[in-house]
């Protein structure tokens, strides 16, 4: 069996998945309000405590920067390390990723009643993407085409700069873009602080 992962700043979800043909079946699954755990640790172990043996296989996805299986989480006070992880579901190897990573890599096994076309593209075109989520931060990923395949890589592209390029931008905060895409940021202590009364209609209604 293999124990999957996604970690984020709202909730985390666990499941665990058996091979069935060329895909996976799951067979059982959790949701934990991620602010109400100390770590992943603490939520892995509540989780392993109701199934029956170790998976053969696991891996979490966590919404921040990974490196050498050691994570921090964007928006919450974790340190996510998979040595750890391990210990507690008994395995001595398990995989660590960014979660925008995660769904890059796992495009190619939606169904076309899972998809919602935004603007039609030109059939059959071939070459880079662009993964973006609006969640509890913006989270941001992409795939490159080497002429054959996608491959998929993290980044951190929803902490770039955000300033608008505009007669308010000298008095507009320092900030990321991020948390003003992802609806963290409310219309109006925005106004307030950042443009003094002015409308900014993009800006208006949190996402």
């Known amino acids: 069996m293999i124990l999957a992962g996604d970690i984020g700043g709202t909730n985390a979800r666990l499941g665990l998945f058996e091979r069935s043909g060329a895909r996976l079946r799951m067979i059982a699954a959790e949701t934990y309000p991620s602010r109400q755990h100390a770590s992943l640790e603490e939520i892995v172990e509540l989780f392993m405590a109701r199934q029956h043996g170790p998976p053969a296989r696991a891996c979490f996805a966590i919404a921040g920067p990974v490196s050498n299986g050691r994570g921090v989480t964007t928006n919450l006070a974790w340190v996510v390390d998979m040595r750890h992880v391990g210990q507690i579901i008994g395995l001595p190897d398990v995989d660590l990723i960014n979660d925008l990573e995660a769904i890059a890599h796992g495009l190619d096994e939606l169904e076309d009643k899972d998809v919602a076309v935004l603007h039609p593209g030109t059939p059959g075109a071939e070459g880079n993407r662009a993964i973006i989520a609006a969640g509890t931060g913006l989270g941001e990923a992409g795939a490159y085409w080497d002429g054959r395949q996608h491959h998929p890589f993290a980044c951190e592209g929803g902490h770039a ?38 409308q900014v209609p993009s800006l208006s209604e949190p996402s």
């Open 161 to 198: 700069d955000f300033a608008p390029r505009t007669s308010v931008r000298d008095r507009s905060p320092h900030m990321a873009a991020g948390p003003v895409r992802s609806g963290q940021l409310r219309a109006r202590p925005f106004r307030r602080r950042a443009v003094r009364g002015l």
